[in-house]
C-alpha cells in the first residue's frame, strides 16, 4: 500500500499573512476547541458554488486541534491523499480526477421505514439543521490517519425529522451512482453504488455527523462533496461520501466493503487496536505528516462516548 505523500510545492502557512493565521487560532482558543470539549461554535450556512476548489487553502492546521491537543492535519494532506474508489484506488489521483464531479444541484432522499419521508435539496440542509465544527481524529483501516476539522450536523438531527418508526433498526446510505463522472464506477471487483450502513443507535449518537465542509470552507469533491458522513470511532470506510440516498430499514444492510471481502471488513468496524485485519495490524498508525507511528486508541479515542453501545457484545467476533 503506498503510503508516501506527493510533495506540497508551497506550504499554506508560507502564503497565509502571519495575522490570520494567528488571528484563526486565537478565535478556537476562544471558542473552547483547545480546552478540550469537542463541539464547537456554529457556522452560518455555506454559499454553495460546484466547485469549491481551495483557491486560498487554509493555514496549516489554522489553529484546529482535536479534544487530545493533536494539531489538524494540514488542508493539502486532507484534500491531496484521499479514498474514493469513484475516481480512482490511487490515493493522490482522487483531487484531479474529481474536479469535475458535478455536486449541485443535489437532493438527498430519506425513506424507508419512517413516517416522514422527504427529499432535501443541499440547501435546505444547510439552512435546516444547526451546523458545527468538530473536530474529528479518523483512522483509516490502512493504519494511516488525520486530524479533520469538519463542518455538519448530527444525523440524529435529520433522523429526528424524518421520524424512523418502531420497525426501523439500521440505517443505510447510498453514493451517487453516476459511472460516466465516476470512472471507479465501471469497476468489477465492487457492487456499486458504495454503500454503509449503521445501527439506528449508532446513527442516533451525538458523535455522528454529516459533513457539509472542512477548514470551514464547502466539502471539497476529493473529500466526499456536498455531503458525507463521519463516525469517528470506526475506520474510515464506514465514513460513505457523496450521498444521495439515507433509507431507515429492519435488518442490517450489505456493504461495500462487507460483501468484497466479508473476512476482512465487518458490520461493526470499530477501531479496535486488538483485533488485526488479518494482513496487518491494527496495534498502531501513522499520522499523516508524522514520521513515528502511534498506538491506536480502542474506539479511536472515543470510547468514554460509544463503548457503551457495544456492551455485552463480543467485539472480536463483531469486527
Ligand atoms: N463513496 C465512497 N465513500 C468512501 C470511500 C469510497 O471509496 N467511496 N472511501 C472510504 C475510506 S476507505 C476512507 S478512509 C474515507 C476517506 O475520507 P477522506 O478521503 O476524506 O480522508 O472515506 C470513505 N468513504
Ligand atoms: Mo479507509
Same mark, same amino acid.
Given at each position: 500500500?503506498?503510503?508516501?505523500?506527493?510533495?506540497?510545492?508551497?506550504?499554506?502557512?508560507?502564503?497565509t499573512?502571519?495575522?490570520?493565521?494567528?488571528?484563526?487560532?486565537?478565535?478556537?482558543? &476562544?471558542?473552547?476547541?483547545?480546552?478540550?470539549?469537542?463541539?464547537?461554535?456554529?457556522?452560518?450556512?455555506?454559499?454553495?458554488?460546484?466547485?469549491?476548489?481551495?483557491?486560498?487553502?487554509?493555514?496549516?492546521?489554522?489553529?484546529?486541534?482535536?479534544?487530545?491537543?493533536?494539531?489538524?492535519?494540514?488542508?493539502?494532506?486532507?484534500?491531496?491523499?484521499?479514498?474514493?474508489?469513484?475516481?480512482?484506488?490511487d490515493k493522490?489521483?482522487?483531487?484531479?480526477?474529481?474536479?469535475?464531479?458535478?455536486?449541485?444541484?443535489? &437532493?438527498?432522499?430519506?425513506?424507508?421505514?419512517?413516517?416522514? +419521508?422527504?427529499?432535501?435539496?443541499?440547501?435546505?440542509?444547510?439552512?435546516?439543521?444547526?451546523?458545527?465544527?468538530?473536530?474529528?481524529?479518523?483512522?483509516?483501516v490502512?493504519a494511516?490517519?488525520?486530524?479533520?476539522?469538519?463542518t455538519?450536523?448530527?444525523?440524529?438531527?435529520?433522523?429526528?425529522?424524518?421520524?424512523?418508526?418502531?420497525?426501523?433498526?439500521?440505517?443505510?446510505?447510498? &453514493?451517487?451512482?453516476?459511472?460516466?463522472?465516476?470512472?471507479?464506477?465501471?469497476?468489477?471487483?465492487?457492487?456499486?453504488?458504495?454503500?454503509?450502513?449503521?445501527?439506528?443507535d449508532?446513527?442516533?449518537?451525538?458523535?455522528?455527523?454529516?459533513?457539509?465542509?472542512?477548514?470551514?470552507?464547502?466539502? +471539497?469533491k476529493?473529500d466526499?462533496?456536498?455531503?458525507?458522513?463521519?463516525?469517528?470511532?470506526k475506520?474510515?470506510?464506514?465514513?460513505?461520501?457523496?450521498?444521495?440516498?439515507?433509507?431507515?430499514v429492519?435488518e442490517?444492510p450489505? &456493504?461495500?466493503?462487507?460483501?468484497?471481502?466479508?473476512?476482512?471488513?465487518?458490520?461493526?468496524?470499530?477501531?479496535?487496536?486488538?483485533? +488485526?485485519h488479518p494482513?496487518?495490524s491494527?496495534?498502531?498508525?501513522?499520522?499523516?505528516?508524522?514520521?513515528?507511528?502511534r +498506538?491506536?486508541?480502542?474506539?479511536?479515542?472515543?470510547?468514554?462516548?460509544?463503548?457503551?453501545?457495544?456492551?455485552?457484545m463480543?467485539?472480536?467476533?463483531?469486527?
Open positions: 500500500m503506498n503510503q508516501n505523500l506527493s510533495a506540497v510545492p508551497i506550504r499554506p502557512s508560507e502564503i499573512p502571519k495575522d490570520v493565521y494567528f488571528s484563526r487560532r486565537d478565535f478556537i482558543k &476562544t471558542a473552547g476547541v483547545a480546552a478540550g470539549s469537542l463541539a464547537l461554535a456554529s457556522c452560518a450556512p455555506q454559499a454553495l458554488p460546484d466547485s469549491p476548489a481551495s483557491e486560498n487553502p487554509p493555514a496549516t492546521d489554522a489553529g484546529f486541534t482535536d479534544e487530545l491537543g493533536d494539531p489538524a492535519t494540514p488542508y493539502n494532506d486532507i484534500t491531496n491523499y484521499n479514498n474514493f474508489y469513484e475516481f480512482s484506488t493522490e489521483a482522487v483531487a484531479p480526477l474529481s474536479a469535475g464531479f458535478t455536486t449541485s444541484p443535489w &437532493t438527498v432522499e430519506v425513506y424507508g421505514l419512517v413516517n416522514k +419521508p422527504k427529499t432535501y435539496g443541499m440547501e435546505d440542509l444547510l439552512a435546516k439543521f444547526t451546523q458545527e465544527e468538530r473536530v474529528y481524529r479518523l483512522r483509516c490502512e494511516w490517519s488525520m486530524v479533520i476539522p469538519w455538519g450536523f448530527t444525523l440524529a438531527s435529520l433522523l429526528k425529522e424524518v421520524e424512523p418508526t418502531s420497525d426501523a433498526k439500521y440505517v443505510r446510505f447510498e &453514493t451517487v451512482h453516476r459511472p460516466d463522472e465516476m470512472k471507479g464506477q465501471n469497476s468489477p471487483f465492487y457492487v456499486w453504488p458504495y454503500q454503509e450502513g449503521l445501527r439506528l449508532e446513527a442516533l449518537n451525538d458523535l455522528t455527523l454529516l459533513a457539509t465542509g472542512l477548514y470551514g470552507e464547502p466539502m +471539497p476529493q466526499g462533496a456536498p455531503i458525507r458522513l463521519v463516525v469517528p470511532w475506520y474510515g470506510f464506514k465514513s460513505i461520501k457523496s450521498i444521495v440516498k439515507i433509507e431507515l429492519r442490517q450489505n &456493504t461495500l466493503w462487507n460483501t468484497a471481502a466479508p473476512n476482512e471488513y465487518g458490520f461493526y468496524s470499530n477501531v479496535n487496536p486488538d483485533v +488485526p494482513r496487518w491494527q496495534a498502531t498508525e501513522r499520522r499523516i505528516g508524522e514520521f513515528n507511528r +498506538p491506536t486508541l480502542p474506539f479511536n479515542g472515543y470510547a468514554e462516548q460509544v463503548a457503551s453501545l457495544y456492551q455485552g463480543d467485539l472480536k467476533a463483531n469486527y
